[in-house]
């Protein structure tokens, strides 16, 4: 197996990993904050406007881990920088 092989199979694992978790995390988080909103809006419903406004900041925060996590496996794939390193020695530019 030469460098470029184990250069592509390592991107790609990394990538699936950073995927799996980077949308098991987020997925997780999100169910709790809803779940504990749900729960705080039945117990104060006079605070309904607070919790709603603040539930749906910590859901963007949430999901901004999860588009971090896509960005950097896509990276991985597609601009990779070990992959201009290994063409440059391979090709002597």
Do not use: H, K
Request: contains cysteine.
């Amino acid at each position: 197996m030469d460098s470029m092989t184990i250069i592509g199979v390592a991107s790609i694992v990394t990538a699936g990993i950073t995927i799996a978790l980077g949308s098991l995390g987020p997925a997780l988080g999100q169910g709790r904050a809803v779940s504990t909103a749900l729960s705080s809006l039945a117990q104060q419903p006079d605070a309904s406007a607070t919790i709603t406004r603040t539930l749906f900041v910590g859901l963007a925060m949430i999901e901004s881990t999860a588009i971090y996590c896509f960005v950097v496996a896509m990276i991985l794939i597609f601009v990779n920088p070990f992959w201009n390193q290994i063409l440059t020695q391979v090709t002597g530019n």
